[in-house]
Antibody, heavy 120, light 111 residues
Framework: QVQLVESGGGVVQPGRSLRLSCAAS????????MHWVRQAPGKGLEWVAVISYDGSIKYYADSVKGRFTISKDNSKNTLYLQMDSLRPEDTAVYFCAGASSGWYGWFDPWGQGTLVTVSS | QSVLTQPPSVSGAPGQRVSISCTGS?????????VHWYQQLPGTAPKVLIYGNNNRPSGVPDRFSGSKSGTSASLAITGLQAEDEADYYC???????????FGGGTKLTVL
């Protein structure tokens, strides 16, 4: 079945780096753009970044631009989020999600999320 | 402050109808970009409930419906059931920001 599984979350000190992974299965990953979305504890959803199906086009939310890098390896069916210069306000559950119907479409499927805590 | 504005909470008794609004602007909903709705049960990932303003994925009951007009959209839920108690989010694209945007979320309580 269609599945996205995130990994790589954990506790990290401010200013340090972390890389999240999202393993895809059950669908043709190379044909899909992908998003990262985050949710701070007790808060709403915040879109983080999107990448095109072939990895050639990337867009970021202003809150992470210049610090986070989205990438995808179609040979490994895996999406990544490299997070540098982490701040306490980056603490959140990070979800990967498929970009249905292009840039303006809905997010489906979703992974279960991985928690990132930025704290000294 | 979210780009798309939703009421923080709504409530209704079992069997009743509730509506959740999502208000945007001329750079997102008003520009013609589609609105999508998600349901998030406690401790789980969001699930798409309505896509493309008024389309239901297979498996979503027809008690859920969506509409869009001008710079706003709405999600309606009829015949409220206890299992509908969840957080609901609208989502669209914003041309000024160059990315997707979410509403702040609405907590639905079934009385």
């Amino acid at each position: 079945q269609v599945q996205l599984v995130e990994s790589g979350g954990g506790v990290v000190q401010p200013g340090r780096s972390l890389r999240l992974s999202c393993a895809a299965s059950g669908f043709t990953f190379r044909n899909y753009g992908m998003h990262w979305v985050r949710q701070a504890p007790g808060k709403g959803l915040e879109w983080v970044a999107v990448i095109s199906y072939d990895g050639s086009i990337k867009y970021y939310a202003d809150s992470v631009k210049g610090r986070f890098t989205i990438s995808k390896d179609n040979s490994k069916n895996t999406l990544y989020l490299q997070m540098d210069s982490l701040r306490p306000e980056d603490t959140a559950v990070y979800f990967c999600a498929g970009a249905s119907s292009g840039w303006y479409g809905w997010f489906d499927p979703w992974g279960q999320g991985t928690l990132v805590t930025v704290s000294s | 402050q979210s780009v798309l504005t939703q009421p923080p909470s709504v409530s209704g008794a079992p069997g009743q109808r509730v509506s959740i609004s999502c208000t945007g602007s001329s750079s997102n909903i008003g520009a013609g970009y589609d609105v999508h709705w998600y349901q998030q049960l406690p401790g789980t990932a969001p699930k798409v409930l309505i896509y493309g303003n008024n389309n239901r994925p297979s498996g979503v009951p027809d008690r859920f419906s969506g509409s869009k007009s001008g710079t706003s959209a709405s999600l309606a839920i009829t015949g409220l059931q206890a299992e509908d108690e969840a957080d609901y989010y609208c989502q669209s694209y914003d041309s000024s920001l160059g990315g997707s945007v979410f509403g702040g979320g609405t907590k639905l309580t079934v009385l």
